[in-house]
């Protein structure tokens, strides 16, 4: 049956039902900030404070590793900006939605800024291009994801980590061939996000001497 409901109801409505037939103790309704989340439509940890909407366990793994001297870029912005800019040194975002590019803007510190660009591939992937300098973690988690990794390969500095969300997807799987080609190992963490019922990874792309410490 849960299967079954997974298969052919939408991720949002699968994990209402989840948050009606769970105890109100469950582990994820209570640590995680599950619950929150569904009534604000927004990824929140148990603080009320924003996240990004990746995995669980790959957020809290950012959040016990980021250091305040990491430079990140970020394509696609959100609450995972607002996230970041509260424990890195800098934060730069490129974003194509309006919408997002306005609401995220509202909820800046001095340390991030969003850049809006054109949905376009070449606008898009390249506007990261026109910024200063090198990125210790580039996030892609927007539109032309393949198309952003294999530009960010030019954007990370000598212990830069790429980050891509939904990395189960099969679109995205040709990001893996081209981080081997280029001497990145690989760490994948698949969990459970906010708002969602199913199982969702983000992938960790890594060399020697990087600033995550993997």
Known sequence: MVSLLRRFLPETLNALILLAVAKPRTPILRAYG??????AEAAL????????????????FLDQR?????????YGSGNSTIFFMRRVREVVAVESAADWFTAVNRSLFANARVVQVQTEEADYVTAAGTLNGLYDVVMIDGIHRVACF???????????VIILDDSEREEYSEAFVVARQHGFRTLSLEGHKAGSAGLHATSFFYRDGNCLGL
């Open 34 to 39: 599950f619950a929150k989340s569904l009534g």
């Open 45 to 60: 940890d148990p603080s009320e404070h924003a996240m990004p909407w990746i995995p669980y366990c790959a957020a809290k």
């Open 66 to 74: 980021l250091t305040n001297d990491v430079r990140v870029l970020e």
């Open 150 to 160: 294999k530009h960010a390969l030019g954007l990370v500095s000598p212990r830069g």
